[in-house]
Structures are given as C-alpha cells and as structure tokens.
C-alpha cells in the first residue's frame, strides 16, 4: 500500500459475514517486522457514533493469504493488540498539539 500524506486513504473491506465496510486509514506502525495498520470506519467520521469526541479505531496486521496476497486480519492475541494499540494511542496524542496556538 502507498501513503500520501496529503491525500486521505480509504478502502473497502470485508468481513467474516461477507458485508463490505468503508474504512479510512489513519495510521501505520511497523512493530517487529510486521505492519499493522489503524483505520477508522468512514460512517463514525461522518458523524457515527464518537465517544468523548473520539471515533474508536480498528487496528489490523497485514499478512499474506494463501495465494500471497496481501490481506488484513484482525489482531486476536490480547497481548499484540495491547501492545499495537498502546503504540497507536502513543503516536496519535503526539499528534495532539494542546499548547499550540492556533
């Protein structure tokens, strides 16, 4: 996958039950030779259910089906998620500026 810094990613995906969902990237993080990926679903950042003023994320490991092609799973092993996902909640307020002035 590209990233363009300028340009908002989104990509349809598929679930176990066969409904596709639109997400929109809004991070990546390599963490012991593997790239795991945080998305939003795009109907929480048009105005879905937020919490506290918070879209909750999905965070998804990229791997290789059995044809070799790339594909995201989900992250099942509750120490893996904690981890990626404290890496996420880490990178993501660093981005929050509270001191700056706008």
Do not use: Q, W
Not at 69 to 81: H, I, K, N, P
Request: charged share 40%; aromatic share 12%.
């Amino acid at each position: 996958m590209e990233h363009n810094n300028n340009e908002r990613e989104f990509f349809t995906l598929t679930d176990e039950e066969g409904n596709e969902v639109e997400f929109e990237l809004i991070g990546v993080a390599e963490r012991n030779g593997t790239t795991y990926y945080a998305m939003i679903p795009v109907e929480d950042a048009e105005g879905g259910e937020v919490e506290d003023g918070f879209c909750e994320y999905v965070v998804l490991r990229a791997e290789k089906d059995e044809n070799g092609e790339d594909t995201l799973v989900t992250v099942d092993d509750d120490d893996e998620f904690d981890d990626i996902a404290d890496y996420f909640d880490d990178m993501f307020s660093e981005e929050i500026d509270y001191d700056a002035e706008g």
